[in-house]
């Protein structure tokens, strides 16, 4: 079946860039989605990227997705604390209107 | 808020109960998703319903998980004879269920612990 690995912490001080790194195996996904998931609050959708499209931007947030190695990253630009939260990556056939495979998340830690 | 809401929000049982956990979709929202998240885990699919029926149930672990959508709004998934592993928080989500137009809304999710 499906499935999408992340490594499960990541340490950054505040100010720096954060990468977040995701595979799947799936090669017939075709959206691919960050979530951010905070203490006592539901998962959020931060982004989602097309499987034809290799880049996107949003504001301090880009995600370039290299489609031929199943890899996937988000990149948040000058990390504030209120970033701190699980990010997962999720993959899926079809833009909300089927099930996610989602990763087991990566617990993103600002040091100040 | 108008967002997608789950009761309770806490739930302990003991082991062999049944137990019934509801959600609010987003009004209008005709697809509606349960997940069930592990601790340290991320969320995994359990049923997808669009409108009243239910489209996928291929997540549901067994048959002592069903769960329900009679007038295409509210939802409940009904677990009996509840055990120890069934203890997580259960998500639910809503979304306008139109193909390549239905971002998913996630509630808080409902902590359900079997003792």
Not at chain 1, 91 to 102: I, V, Y
Not at chain 1, 106 to 111: D, E, F, G, M, S
Not at chain 2, 45 to 67: E, K, V
Not at chain 2, 100 to 111: A, C, H, N, V, W
């Amino acid at each position: 079946g499906e499935d999408v690995e992340q490594s499960l912490f990541l340490s950054v001080r505040e100010g720096d860039s954060s990468v977040i790194n995701c595979t799947y195996t799936d090669s017939s996904s075709t959206y691919l989605y960050w979530y951010k998931q905070e203490p006592g609050a539901g998962l959020q959708l931060l982004t989602y990227i097309f499987s034809n499209m290799d880049m996107k931007q949003d504001q301090r947030l880009t995600v370039l997705l290299n489609k031929k190695d199943k890899h996937l990253s988000l990149r948040i630009a000058d990390t504030q604390t209120g970033d701190s939260a699980i990010y997962f990556c999720a993959e899926s056939s079809n833009f909300g209107n089927e099930k996610l495979t989602f990763g087991t998340g990566t617990r993103l830690t600002i040091i100040p | 808020g108008a967002g997608v809401s789950q009761t309770p929000s806490n739930k302990v049982t003991e082991k062999g109960k049944y137990v019934e956990l509801r959600c609010d979709p987003i009004s209008g929202h005709t697809a509606l998703y349960w997940y069930r998240q592990s601790l340290g885990q991320g969320p995994e699919f359990l049923i997808y319903f669009q409108g009243t029926g239910a489209a996928d149930d291929s997540g549901l672990p067994n048959d002592r998980f069903f769960a329900v959508r009679p007038e295409g709004s509210v939802s409940t998934l009904k677990i009996q004879r509840t055990e120890r592993g069934d203890s997580a928080v259960y998500l639910c989500a809503s979304s306008l269920g139109d193909r390549d137009g239905g971002e998913l809304f996630f509630g808080e999710g409902s902590r359900l612990t079997v003792l």
